[in-house]
C-alpha cells in the first residue's frame, strides 16, 4: 500500500482495507512494540519484524509461510522519508512465499483508496518498480512532498 508518509496512513489504510473486506496484518518495525504503543499496535494487526540478530524481509517471510489466508500490508517506499529507491524486498517477500502482490492505495485528494493491479511475476525488478510507478502517478500522498515515484532503470528499446 502506498503512499506512505504519515503514521495515520497505517489507521486510515487499515479502516479502508476493513471497509472493502479486507482484514490485513501489518509488519512494523519492532521498535514499535513497547508499552503503551504495543497496545495501538495490536490493535492494528501489527507484527513486528527485524531486530538484533534479526531479518526484517526474513521475519516476514517465515509469518507468511507459518499462516495459511493470510493478507500483510507492506508500503513499498519503506520509510516514511521522501524516497525515490523504494525498498524491493516486498518481492522477495512473495517470490519466497509465493504469493501475489495485490497494488493498494490511498489517495488523500481523492479522499479514497482502492486496488490498482496484481502483481505476480518478480523475475524483472525493474519492469515490477516500473508497474509502481505507473500504478502510484497522480495518487495524493497526506503529505505530497514526502511521496516520490520510484525509479526504475529505462530499457533500451523505450
Same mark, same amino acid.
Given at each position: ?7 495515520? #496512513?497505517?489507521? *486510515?489504510?487499515?479502516? &479502508? ?8 496484518? /501489518? @509488519?512494523?518495525?519492532?521498535?514499535? @512494540?513497547?508499552?503503551? /504503543? ?7 494487526? $501489527?507484527?513486528?519484524?527485524?531486530? =538484533?540478530?534479526?531479518? &526484517? ?8 509461510? &507459518? %499462516?495459511?489466508? /493470510?493478507?500483510?500490508? *507492506? ?11 523504494? %525498498? ?7 517470490? =519466497? ?17 482502492? @486496488?490498482?493491479?496484481? /502483481? ?16 502510484? #502517478? ?8 514526502? @511521496?516520490?515515484?520510484? =525509479?526504475? $532503470?529505462?530499457? &533500451? #528499446?523505450?
Amino acid at each position: 500500500m502506498a503512499p506512505h508518509t504519515s503514521k495515520w #496512513d497505517a489507521v *486510515i489504510g487499515k479502516l &479502508a482495507l476493513l471497509s472493502l473486506g479486507v482484514r490485513a496484518k /501489518l @509488519f512494523a518495525w519492532h521498535e514499535y @512494540f513497547f508499552f503503551p /504503543l504495543s497496545i495501538g499496535m495490536k490493535i492494528l494487526g $501489527a507484527h513486528p519484524v527485524g531486530g =538484533k540478530g534479526h531479518n &526484517a524481509i526474513f521475519d516476514a517471510i517465515n509469518f507468511i509461510n &507459518a %499462516n495459511e489466508n /493470510l493478507h500483510v500490508v *507492506i508500503c513499498p517506499e519503506g520509510q516514511l522519508k521522501e524516497t525515490e529507491k523504494w %525498498n524491493p524486498g516486498f518481492m522477495l517477500m512473495a517470490q =519466497k512465499t509465493n504469493v501475489p502482490v495485490v497494488v493498494t492505495y490511498l489517495d488523500y485528494k481523492k479522499k479514497e483508496a482502492g @486496488f490498482k493491479t496484481v /502483481l505476480t511475476d518478480f523475475s524483472d525488478k525493474d519492469a515490477v518498480i516500473k508497474i509502481l510507478a505507473e500504478c502510484y #502517478d497522480g495518487v495524493t500522498a497526506r503529505h505530497p512532498e514526502k @511521496f516520490l515515484l520510484p =525509479k526504475y $532503470a529505462a530499457k &533500451a #528499446d523505450e
